[in-house]
């Protein structure tokens, strides 16, 4: 395990941000909107130049900035792909991101790149390679990652920890932190049939750099629903709650709303981070008053 | 218990759709194990069939969603992404052979110019992403001695590209790419050849005349600005210079010129 210092510059605030989306780069340039820092997937930005840089580059002037990678593959048992982790670094360097995540989670088969995060079993080798890939990442950015949990459809019975357990061993051994997301952990308790509480609790407070929030669809399967994970709507009521009280134990976290399909009107969108800075809002006032924090009298 | 590798390989083909059967147990509480696998299936190819509509915008829309959709579906069977983005490569990258698949896709053969609708659909793409740099003025010109113009060569902007068409491209692109109802569009009316510039970062698709088009290619191959001028004139008699490199001035598509006699290649 290698410790990594923390990243001075530009840090990651510990308030709501959103992920950024093409559609609103116009409004947020002109009207500059209170906004704690924006997410984006570093994909997006890979190519050589024009206006998605150019945007970025705007964008990130006003405001701290989170790299969040969606195809590095970390749980893949074939090596990573240099050109990716080489194109990944060159973003690092350029925009000097807040933060820089990736996932639990694997993607390619034969060669071919397949665009989702798919389940690993919770198994020592799939450990193993994590952690392997895991310091391979760090090491080049040189910096540490966060690592998100995926939400998952199916679960193996040779799994041997659970997906916390998991996370914890991968944290100890290459000194990443966690990136929780609440709606993920929900959908696959509802799919899995797990309690979310008990899975949240779980998680070590001093491990989580950042919090994902997002809303989810329901599909249902003859008598069953299963809950997908689409990006497509306003955080659920149950999401909320588990949020809330996630934050009463761990304290204030930067928290992003995530929002990729059916992508609402910018309005929408910050009034959803609104929500989520009051309750972090809401955290410090208790705080505050219970650690007698003058300011707060 | 599979290793991870026999695991992944199982889980990669039954995603590309082989039976489930082979990842071994599932814990599958209620749901069975083919409808969970449906979900990464569904994801998988929904988002990457997105990705090629948003890459070939206008071709989607001639086809319509549902023809798109299926016909997506056909492409990605020999064509998934290579590299970890699916942005940003152009002709190289995710969906770059698109046209010529197109060309040979047997449902679109009532629709003849669809693989140039996707050449400029492709084309606005890599424009789009392509490398920045910044362009020289008309004032780059100014100081050369009108004898010495013709010796001149000009490095052009990375984003420029021309798409030549037996079909009229352009009128075809263009109304369905801006209007809210494409207008009608004669195929009989001949071909048309589309140059694309990214003057600042916004990419801009004109209508040229042959001999722009030749001028363009001539001096993106090498060729001093007289021989690339007398190379259009061949092709087309009634080629204008001065509009012609006006329109390629204003749209930022010369980089660098040089002013020396060319040594020849050794």
């Known amino acids: 395990m290698t410790n990594y210092p923390a990243y001075r510059p530009n840090p990651i605030p510990t308030r709501a941000g959103v992920g950024l989306k093409p559609v609103h780069y116009a409004e947020i340039l002109e009207s500059k909107p209170l906004m704690g820092w924006f997410e984006v997937h570093p994909e997006n930005y890979m190519g050589e130049g024009g206006s998605p840089h150019k945007y970025l580059d705007a964008i990130r002037r006003d405001y701290a900035l989170s790299l969040h990678g969606v195809g590095m593959s970390l749980g893949g048992v074939d090596p990573l792909d240099g050109d990716h982790l080489a194109r990944f670094k060159s973003l690092v360097d350029r925009y000097e991101p807040g933060l820089v995540s990736e996932h639990l989670a694997w993607a390619t088969h034969d060669g071919d790149f397949m665009n989702d995060l798919f389940p690993l079993p919770l198994t020592q080798e799939a450990l193993?390679?994590?952690?392997?890939?895991?310091?391979?990442?760090?090491?080049?950015?040189?910096?540490?990652?966060?690592?998100?949990?995926?939400?998952?459809?199916?679960?193996?019975?040779?799994?041997?920890?659970?997906?916390?357990?998991?996370?914890?061993?991968?944290?100890?051994?290459?000194?990443?932190?966690?990136?929780?997301?609440?709606?993920?952990?929900?959908?696959?308790?509802?799919?899995?049939?797990?309690?979310?509480?008990?899975?949240?609790?779980?998680?070590?407070?001093?491990?989580?750099?950042?919090?994902?929030?997002?809303?989810?669809?329901?599909?249902?399967?003859?008598?069953?629903?299963?809950?997908?994970?689409?990006?497509?709507?306003?955080?659920?009521?149950?999401?909320?709650?588990?949020?809330?009280?996630?934050?009463?134990?761990?304290?204030?976290?930067?928290?992003?709303?995530?929002?990729?399909?059916?992508?609402?009107?910018?309005?929408?969108?910050?009034?959803e981070a609104e929500r989520a800075q009051m309750v972090l809002d809401q955290n410090d006032l208790i705080l505050g008053r219970r650690h007698g924090d003058a300011n707060f009298a | 218990m599979p290793t991870l590798r026999d695991f992944q390989a199982s889980f990669g083909a039954s995603v590309r759709g082989a039976s489930a059967t082979g990842l071994g147990l599932i814990r599958e509480n209620g749901i069975p194990l083919e409808r969970r696998m449906d979900v990464y299936r569904n994801n998988v190819h929904a988002s990457l069939i997105d990705a090629l509509a948003s890459a070939y915008p206008v071709v989607e829309r001639l086809v319509g969603r549902d023809f798109f959709r299926a016909m997506a579906l056909e492409f990605l069977r020999a064509h998934m992404p290579q590299n970890r983005t699916l942005t940003g490569?152009?002709?190289?990258?995710?969906?770059?052979?698109?046209?010529?698949?197109?060309?040979?896709?047997?449902?679109?053969?009532?629709?003849?110019?669809?693989?140039?609708?996707?050449?400029?659909?492709?084309?606005?793409?890599?424009?789009?992403?392509?490398?920045?740099?910044?362009?020289?003025?008309?004032?780059?010109?100014?100081?050369?001695?009108?004898?010495?113009?013709?010796?001149?060569?000009?490095?052009?902007?990375?984003?420029?590209?021309?798409?030549?068409?037996?079909?009229?491209?352009?009128?075809?692109?263009?109304?369905?790419?801006?209007d809210e109802i494409p207008s009608g569009v004669d195929l009989t009316s001949g071909g048309e050849t589309v140059c694309l510039l990214r003057p600042d970062a916004g990419v801009e698709v004109h209508l040229v005349n042959r001999g722009t088009a030749k001028l363009g290619e001539g001096l993106s191959r090498g060729l001093s600005l007289g021989a690339a001028f007398d190379a259009a004139r061949l092709d087309d008699e009634t080629f204008d210079l001065g509009n012609a490199l006006h329109l390629f001035l204003s749209g930022g598509a010369f980089v660098r010129v040089v002013h020396e006699p060319f040594l020849g290649a050794t």
């Open chain 1, 128 to 271: 193993e390679v994590m952690c392997e890939h895991v310091d391979q990442m760090q090491a080049t950015l040189n910096r540490q990652i966060l690592v998100e949990n995926p939400s998952t459809y199916l679960s193996l019975d040779d799994d041997v920890m659970s997906e916390p357990e998991f996370l914890h061993a991968l944290a100890t051994k290459t000194g990443c932190g966690l990136l929780l997301d609440v709606n993920n952990v929900y959908v696959s308790a509802c799919n899995h049939g797990f309690d979310p509480i008990a899975y949240l609790d779980e998680i070590d407070a001093r491990l989580i750099g950042e919090i994902h929030l997002a809303g989810h669809a329901v599909e249902s399967i003859g008598d069953v629903e299963l809950r997908i994970d689409d990006h497509g709507s306003q955080v659920c009521s149950d999401v909320w709650g588990l949020f809330e009280r996630l934050i009463m134990r761990v304290g204030a976290k930067p928290t992003l709303i995530e929002w990729d399909t059916n992508i609402p009107a910018w309005a929408v969108l910050s009034h």
């Open chain 2, 89 to 178: 490569f152009g002709g190289t990258g995710f969906g770059g052979e698109l046209p010529e698949f197109l060309e040979d896709f047997g449902p679109a053969s009532s629709l003849p110019y669809l693989g140039d609708v996707a050449r400029v659909d492709r084309a606005w793409l890599t424009a789009y992403h392509g490398a920045d740099y910044p362009a020289i003025d008309a004032d780059a010109l100014a100081q050369v001695a009108p004898e010495d113009l013709g010796e001149l060569r000009f490095h052009l902007h990375p984003t420029v590209q021309f798409v030549t068409s037996r079909y009229p491209i352009w009128s075809i692109w263009r109304t369905n790419k801006e």
